[in-house]
């Protein structure tokens, strides 16, 4: 089935497979590689981006699902010149990461929380993120990095 | 994991998915926000053979002040339940329900008629709606029907819809200052309740029904006649499992979801209570 999805703002149309997962076109036809993929059950989060501006697990989102959508990912996020969004420069300042695998999850699903909750306590940013998992468990920096971009 | 391959179809209204459905016949299934038949799918314990996409149809997505109920579109998703002002204010229990779903990247995609029409006993809100006497609305190729919540469940993941029908609405009672609480027990954040309790509670009326506690949502009936018949929060609470067959997994034995049970209807109606 022909599918038509922008990504990042760029309009990637092509030929996909219904059974296509989202995170399997945007990593294996798209190209962008910093989407992960964890548990690939959708409990680990590491998947995470933006669909229509709000964070989706794209292991369990078909990419026909996605036909005609708005997609964001972390290569999405920076400005052209580099500079990094607030939100990647609080996790840079705070060490919001340890080996980096959720990182790219985590970040998508912050700044989504953000956006619906600008303004959040520490424990609306852990009940926030509990659909993204650190095994390298590091949560204490990621809730600060978080916390931090909120201004707080 | 990559599910079997099917055909993709997409339905722009109710009407045009119940024909589509009805072309493909039993192998195909609905589409809403995949977040219960997708995991299925990938882990083959699903395989259909044709996937009806109702995931665009937006006029199925809505919340209505309808007098004495509160009239939930079926594929309005678990955050627009949660952060609804109309059911904050109305039907206090199933907004607070549905922020317990999952996480928020599901509650972004799970919808209300999905997460019904999937009938699992571990889920919020198909017990949520049960304890608060909820009536569905089916459409088919002869018509609506109603449907009440306690009519719905019939088994494992089985429900009173027939294989050509749809959920369309979910109306569920105004609350009316009742006293409500809503019980999960789990391990992890995000997870199933391991036993989970919605209830409340109304001068002498009251409703109480259990999560993954048998093959279906079960209405804690004995609860809520020794209630009636003025029995104590904790007597009550014993009567908890009375209607329950509750199995054993790799989180809790038979003994312990029974325990659970009493101890989380006895917080729940007391919390209704206060």
Not at chain 2, 103 to 116: A, S
Request: with cysteine; hydrophobic share 40%; net charge negative.
């Amino acid at each position: 089935m022909e599918i038509s999805v922008t990504i990042n703002g760029v309009t990637h149309t092509g030929d996909v497979e219904p059974r296509t997962l989202l995170v399997q076109y945007i990593r294996e036809h798209v190209g962008l590689t910093g989407t992960n993929i964890g548990c690939d059950t959708s409990s680990c989060g590491a998947c995470s981006l933006h669909l229509n501006g709000e964070a989706v697990k794209s292991c369990t989102v078909l990419a026909v699902q996605a036909d005609g959508q708005e997609i964001t990912t972390i290569e999405g996020l920076a400005s052209e010149d580099g500079t990094l969004h607030p939100m990647q420069q609080a996790f840079q300042d705070n060490h919001g990461l340890q080996c980096g695998y959720c990182t790219p999850g985590m970040v998508m699903a912050a700044t989504s929380l953000l956006k619906e909750n600008p303004n959040p306590t520490e424990d609306e940013v852990r009940i926030g993120l509990e659909g993204n998992l650190c095994r390298c468990t590091g949560y204490h920096n990621i809730v600060q990095s978080v916390l931090a971009a909120a201004g707080k | 994991m990559i599910p079997a391959a099917f055909e993709y179809v997409r339905a722009g209204s109710a009407d045009e998915a119940i024909s589509l459905i009805a072309e493909h016949g039993d192998e195909a299934k609905f589409l809403a926000g995949g977040h219960s038949l997708l995991p299925l799918m990938k882990l083959r314990l699903a395989q259909p053979t044709v996937l009806v996409d109702i995931g665009r149809v937006t006029d199925l997505s809505y919340i209505r002040d309808a007098g004495d109920h509160v009239a939930i579109g079926a594929l309005t998703r678990h955050m627009d339940i949660e952060n609804s002002d109309l059911l904050q204010a109305e039907v206090p229990l199933l907004a607070h329900a549905a922020h317990h779903v999952g996480d928020p990247q599901v509650r972004h995609r799970g919808t209300l008629g999905g997460t019904i029409a999937h009938a699992d006993p571990a889920s919020d809100l198909p017990a949520t709606t049960l304890a608060l006497g909820a009536t569905y609305v089916a459409q088919g190729p002869n018509g609506t029907r109603e449907i009440a919540a306690g009519d719905f469940y019939q088994g494992f993941l089985t429900s009173a819809l027939a294989a050509d029908e749809m959920l369309t609405e979910i109306r569920v009672p105004k609350m009316q200052g009742a006293g409500w609480s809503f019980q999960k027990f789990n391990r992890r954040a995000q997870d199933w309740a391991i036993v989970g309790v919605a209830a409340w509670r109304r001068n002498g009326d009251s409703g109480v029904a259990l999560v993954n506690m048998g093959d279906t949502p079960v209405l804690a009936s004995s609860v809520t006649s020794a209630l009636s018949g003025g029995a104590s929060i904790e007597d009550a609470a014993e009567q908890a499992a009375a209607e329950a067959s509750p199995q054993a997994d790799l989180n809790a034995s038979v003994e312990y979801r029974t325990h659970l049970a009493k101890v989380l209807v006895k917080r729940a109606l007391t919390e209704a209570s206060s």
